[in-house]
């Protein structure tokens, strides 16, 4: 869709604005970090953040998400769980972008998971371009993430005194007829062409090789004893999975009231990287070792997903190798697996 | 409440018709879905069983869809939460069924065929769907033989319906047990053991297996040793499984979400997957 | 349904006990559901008839075993609570102490009064059915296995790092402001309650079934701790933590 | 009645294993004890060996309920050893966890473990089909309590960011002003509380004995100060072994302790009857309304004068938010560096004071602790008074005098589980 335009004056009333109809999230500091949060003002957002600790996809997946309620009298009746807050996720990088945009289509697949949906279109995305690599070990560039191709209904790049619009979506046109937005012209295009330039040449390649690779040398190195040697980095504990914007398995768990009988079937953020993810009741694990769950993980971000949707589970964050105790990163390992 | 969304997650509810004890750890139910619908499975595939404010668990449908009950069939092992809660409900309880999830046998590449089933332990549970579904559409298919391992006699699962099939002209039935006690006087030891006393036409057989993970490399080498095709083994594989609808991400073998693409497997499917054996 | 419950405590500090009056908010249902006919800080009577035995503190003297044990005839099901009842607890730090300097340091010249056994969890003499993790429970834990006993499931008790819990929590890990942390073998189910508030995890709740007990030395040495701290950090509450891993 | 042996195994209510043992012969009380079956933990020896950062960690699991003071007055000890002086700060938020504590501890003590017997039942349990209102107003205090100090101190039982010289998170201002707002609203369960004590008829019996406490300045002391007896005399916490001293009496039960007299008494009682005056005047006007007034020689007012403190606390704790929020609160430098030395911590605790002695070697390490706790204080006094209230009982059933001598040594509000020198006793009966 078309590019437009808004002066950086107007961006505070524009957010603000929004803030009594939707509940706003954007990122905001904690400490020397960033997280995703409701403001209540645009005056608490963090323009120039650093990757956020947790992505957002928790406000889209929740960590506790509740499918339905059972109550026993009469029945039992079960009466499903939607959440239908209206919400801005405002201040997105590209990456995380490109997580919202790969999670819309793995859970609308197949049999679609509507509690998802009903959040995910309840939401806008506004994102806002990143103006240098966030973290040394970001590869965002080797995953092709560091320009929105969808997912987003505005996305915003900084030209000094304006931001350039993209306009992702017909809310997002709509968005943009609240005011303070233009229609871009020829000075902006020129500006927006010349940042984007400045942007990609600004940005390292981190990977040594042409990612379209990628899924290949993962299929021939499955038996590689790189897996092996990863072992003694690794605790299980899931800190890797918990962080990536594209990760979304989940555990399903009941949980009752005590004083009314009443229960709640719930998900919740699971991790492939735990050892009993697999286990099944007779005792067997099928991925027992923990050599196979690493692999498991590695072999979804860059091969199983580019097979099926055509684009990488990872977008090159680098928050997993960010919060793994042992400094298991994926773009290392991505790196080794060439070498 | 009516919502412009439906929750696969949220069960169709159900009455538990009959419930009986088979062995010490294992309970056969008749279970009716309460609007009265068909289920409208076919062998192989499977539900997830609810106990409210339990939880839920995978369960293979038994019967086959060409029983005359009004309901279906499920054989349940008492192994945990959801299981055991399940064995201490009274008839007449309410529970949850989604599903019917899966791919069961493929029964049009099977038509024609004769059938060897490999069944060990409660992997006659789903396979019982099957050899029913094939007795009661006997000219559909050509010899049937069913091998049958289980760890002691008193496990043995359906006894009275093995006898049955049994008599069903041209069903061959052998069965093996791990450890016998002094009443037995059948086969002993693994199911393998099975294969010598068999004469089957491997050019024409269709081989479905269904047992713990631990049987299938043994079962395999011997069928593929008896010149059973590769492409006419299919494998019913059991993973953890809690969505059931390919989300939740537990029962995968390397990309393959088993409760999608199976868990019925034809071999050579099996065979490109390193995860599934 | 409703259950008979007794509270017991043994060597501990009784916090645990306390925590299960802490559920304010839940306090008045739980009493729907659970009739404490045995609890010594709450109620004055004492009947021998109860089906769930909640087990505070660890066991440290010979007649404590006599009484556990009748208590595990007596129960159904049995709950250890806590640091102490589950691993010992934090009492283990005197096993590494001469026994007889320990009794003469505090008794003086009437020391050969006093007696004293090795310090040991709860499951050392008796069937331990659900544990209650931390130093002390956490009460949301504490409903939630009530809640699950009262409707027939097994209750959710994480077994999985603290880490985990605190990656969620959005915590700033604890490593990244040069503390030591135990949170990587630790069991969750605490929130990362000490991470969360600046503070390394001690392992107060024990650790996951199967710790990554070589890699999470790994990464104490490589931030510089030294093999005292680190075997000290280890002592706190995971002395006595199943045979293979006893003094450590 | 001419012959008595009362044995009350496990003294229900209280924290910790108690026994009371009595014996009469020919009218004369011959033995009257309380004694603790408690087993030993050796605190002072599992802390020989730890660094510095550990000690209140460790000693906090001295007592689950006043898990805070603990804490505290091991803080202060390890500060007093190294010459750390906190911050302003500091201590005005470990003042106000002493208020959460001293709120949670008290509502405890007073509507769970001594209404029931002022109310004639056996616990708080029937209380809730009865009493419904005042159940709900009890658990509403309590967590007040309780979530004043999971705010501080992440949370009650054994509070996790307490640190030497400094807390390891600063609670979040808007947390502050909701509790104080919880605060505020908290006075009329406590006016409610306040005329359901009006009602309750409470045992008249006196004896008088020697009252120790810190002694306050500007401020009813909880934290700090020097310590003070009734009989006028006033002690530095670091010269405590001078001053009052602990025995092993064989075969008796745990460590005695003793100042000048054979016994005194500490705690709520002793700390109103020395402090009366510096507290809140909310407070005052509570202890005026049930009748309370200094100096008092009933033991069993020990639990009007917890409501009184509670009252009191409850007023300190907001204003002492006021405080916090008025200057702002910053991160602050907690700089610690160990030097060899001995340290002395001494506080209040909801039932006594507290003292936490702690020798530490260069390196940071303990060396040698000792801690002395308010049960243990406590017990010579309580005996006493049992041998005082006996002779006036024997007239009655054996059942009227268990109740009584259990309705006695409850008022102390004895936390049994932290007398860490307790040890088991087998005595004689007759
Ligand atoms: C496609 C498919 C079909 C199936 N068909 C059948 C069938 O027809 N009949 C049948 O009986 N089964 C069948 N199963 C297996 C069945 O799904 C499992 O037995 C069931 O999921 C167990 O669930 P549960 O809630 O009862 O056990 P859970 O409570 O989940 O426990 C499972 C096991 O793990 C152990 N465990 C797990 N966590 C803990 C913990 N924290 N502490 C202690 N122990 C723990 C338990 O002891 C138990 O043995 C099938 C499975 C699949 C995938
Ligand atoms: S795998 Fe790692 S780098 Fe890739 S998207 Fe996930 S967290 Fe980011
Ligand atoms: S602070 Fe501790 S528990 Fe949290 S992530 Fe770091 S190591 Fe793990
Ligand atoms: S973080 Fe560690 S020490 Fe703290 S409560 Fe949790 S398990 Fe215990």
Known sequence: ???????????????????????????????????????????????????????????????????????????????????????????????????????????????????????????LIIGLDCKGPCHDNAFC??????????????????????????????????????????????????EFFAAWQKKQSGFPNRIGYDTAALPNILAESYDDIIWEALEMRCFDCGACTTVCPTCYCFDVLDENDIGTDRSIRYRRWDSCQLQDFAAVAGGANFRGKRSDRLRHRLLRKGKYFKEKFGRFACVGCGRCGRSCLLHIDVRDVFNQLKG | MNHKYVSPYVPRLAELVTARQLTSREKFFEVRLQDGSALGHQPGQFVEVSVFGVGEAPISVSSSPTSQGLGFELCVRDAGSVTHALHELPEGSTIGIRGPYGRGFPLDELKGNDLLFVAGGLG???????????????????????????????????????????????????????????????????????????????????????????????????????????????????RRMKCGVGKCGHCQIDDVYVCQKGPVFPYTRVRKLPEAL | ?????????????????????????????????????????????????????????????????????????????????????????????????????????????????????PVRPVSQYVKVDHSLYGCPIDKREFVEVVTALLSGRRPNIPDYPVCNECRMSENICVFERGLACMGPVTRAGCGAICPSRHVGCFGCRGMVDKPALDQHRAVLTERGLTEEE???RYRMFNGHWGSAHEKP | MKNLDIKVEHVTRVEGHGNIVVKVRDGRVEDARLDIVESPRFFEVMLQGRSWQEASWITSRICGICAVTHSTASLKATEDAFGIVPSAQTVLLRKLLLDGEYIQSHVLHVYFLVAPDLLGVGSVVPLAGTHIEVVRMALRLKKLGNDLCALVGGRHVHPVAMKVNGFTSLPEPAGLASARERLVAAR???????????????????????????????????????????????????????????????????????????SYMVGALARFNNNHGLLHKRAKAVADAVGLSAPCHNPFMINVAQLV?????????????????????????????????????VVEAPRGTLYHDYTYGADGMITGANCIIPTGQNLANIEADMQGILPGLLGGTEADVAQTLKMLVRAYDPCISCATHSIEVVFDRG
């Open chain 4, 188 to 262: 009329a369960d406590l006016d409610a509380t306040v005329e359901l004590f009006k009602t309750l008829r409470i045992p008249a019996f006196t004896r008088e004995t020697e009252y120790l406490s810190l002694k306050g300045v500007d401020e009813y002391p909880l934290y700090d100060g020097d310590m003070m007896s009734s009989d006028g005399y006033v002690f530095k916490p670091r010269g405590y072994l001078e001053s009052i001293k602990e025995t092993v009496v064989p075969p008796s039960s745990a460590k005695h302790v003793a100042a000048r007299r054979d």
């Open chain 2, 124 to 238: 006659l549970v789903p396979m019982r769907s099957m050899i029913n579904y094939a007795v009661d559409n006997r000219a559909d298919f050509g010899r049937l033989t069913l091998l049958y391992g289980s760890r002691t006699p008193a496990d043995l699962l359906f006894a009275d319906e093995t006898e049955r099939w049994r008599g069903t002209p041209d069903f061959h039935v052998a069965t093996t047990v791990d450890l016998a006690d002094g009443a037995w006087t059948g086969q002993v030891g693994p199911i393998t053991k099975l294969f010598g006393g068999v004469a089957i036409n491997p050019v024409r057989t269709s081989a479905l297996v269904v047992g713990p993970p631990v049987m299938f490399r043994f079962v395999l080498k011997s069928l593929l040793m008896m010149g059973v095709y590769e492409s006419r083994v299919y494998l019913s594989l059991e």
């Open chain 1, 1 to 123: 869709m078309g590019l437009m335009a808004i002066d950086k004056r107007d961006l505070s009333a524009f957010i603000d604005g929004l803030i009594p109809q939707w509940e706003v999230v954007a990122p905001v500091p904690v400490e020397f970090k960033y997280a995703f949060r409701k403001v209540g003002s645009f005056q608490d957002v963090a323009l120039d953040y650093t990757n956020t600790m947790l992505p957002p996809k928790k406000f889209l997946l929740p960590q506790r998400d509740e499918l339905f309620s059972c109550n026993p009298e009469g029945g039992p009746s079960l009466t499903p769980r939607f959440d239908e807050t209206p919400r801005v996720l405002f201040g997105v990088h590209s990456c995380d972008v490109h997580g919202i945009w790969l999670l819309d289509d793995i859970l609308a697949e197949g049999c679609s998971d509507p509690h998802y949906l009903c959040r995910r279109s309840n939401t």
């Open chain 3, 1 to 117: 349904m409703t259950v008979r419950a007794g509270v017991f405590a043994f060597t501990s500090c009784e916090g645990c006990s306390l925590i299960t009056l802490e559920v304010e908010d839940r306090l008045l249902e739980i009493l729907g559901r659970v009739e404490f006919v045995n609890f010594r800080e709450a109620i004055d009577d004492k009947s021998d008839d109860y089906d769930i035995a909640f087990i505070d503190g660890a066991i440290t003297r010979e007649h404590e075993v006599g009484e556990l044990m009748k208590i595990r005839e007596r129960a159904a099901i049995l709950v250890a609570m806590g640091a102490c009842a589950v691993q010992g607890g934090l009492y283990f730090l005197k096993e590494y102490h001469e026994p007889g300097e320990t009794l003469a340091y505090v008794y003086g010249d009437k020391a050969g009064q006093f007696d004293t056994m």
């Open chain 1, 141 to 190: 560039k080797d995953m092709g993430t560091l320009k929105p191709a969808g997912g987003f209904d505005l996305f915003l790049t900084d030209l000094g005194e304006r931001y350039a619009v993209q306009v992702g979506t017909g809310a997002g046109t709509a968005l943009a007829e609240r005011g303070g937005f233009y229609m871009a012209d020829f000075e902006v295009r020129e």
């Open chain 3, 230 to 232: 680190i075997t000290a």
């Open chain 4, 309 to 345: 403190e509670t009252v009191h606390c409850v007023e300190h704790a907001a204003e002492t938010i006021d405080m916090l929020l008025g200057s702002g609160m910053s991160v602050e430098v907690s700089d610690v560096r160990p030097i060899a030395g001995r340290g002395v911590g």
